[in-house]
Structures are given as C-alpha cells and as structure tokens.
C-alpha cells in the first residue's frame, strides 16, 4: 500500500506539475526515512502538506528524522514548519443516535 501512495504522489507532480520545490523535498526525505512505507501531498502540494505511512514502532524517530532534515534544507521555512504524529481510526461505521442521547 505504501508503495501505491508513493506512486500516487509521483504522478501528481509528474502529470498535474503538483508541488512545489520545498513540497517536493519534503516527500522525498519522508520517502527516504527509516520506517516510513510511503508518502504523498494532501492539499495539491501547494502549501499543504506530505502525509507519511510509517511503522509505529519508528513513528517518533521517523518525524524527528523528517523535521531536522526538512529544516536543514529550508532554513528560511523551518519557523512554520511543523511534524505531527496522528493514528487511524476505526474506518467508516454505522452508529446508532440513541447511544448519543444521553
């Protein structure tokens, strides 16, 4: 699956010129991070951001890795730059309204 999303996002910017040259950047050291199974823009590319799948055991590490690097690159860009961790949900349910009513 990580390998598809890698794909989706490289068609992006080779077939629709998503991206920019810090957005572009930043997939690739995500890409190129130990633990990560693949990333892509959300947003266009176009001051939106890159989305990573990656182990949980290596989550931490993975976004220390990917902010130092980022910032490294693009000092100029490192005050607005952010690296967040968030986790899956349950997916797409059915949830009755009465155990809302309370």
């Known amino acids: 699956f990580g390998a598809l999303v890698t794909a989706s996002g490289v068609s992006s910017v080779e077939n629709y010129e998503c ?6 950047a930043l997939r690739e050291i995500v890409c190129a991070t130990r633990g990560v199974f693949g990333a892509r ?3 266009a ?3 939106g ?4 799948l990656v182990d949980a055991s290596e989550a931490e590490a993975a976004r220390t890795s990917v902010f130092e690097s980022y910032t490294a690159a693009f000092p100029e860009l490192a005050r607005d730059a952010r690296a ?4 899956t949900g349950d997916g797409a349910r059915i949830i009755e309204a009465s155990r ?3």
């Open 19 to 24: 991206g920019c040259a810090p957005m572009n």
């Open 41 to 43: 823009f959300s947003g």
């Open 49 to 52: 951001c890159v989305v990573g």
């Open 84 to 87: 967040m961790l968030a986790g």
């Open 45 to 47: 590319g176009f001051r």
């Open 100 to 102: 809302w009513n309370t």
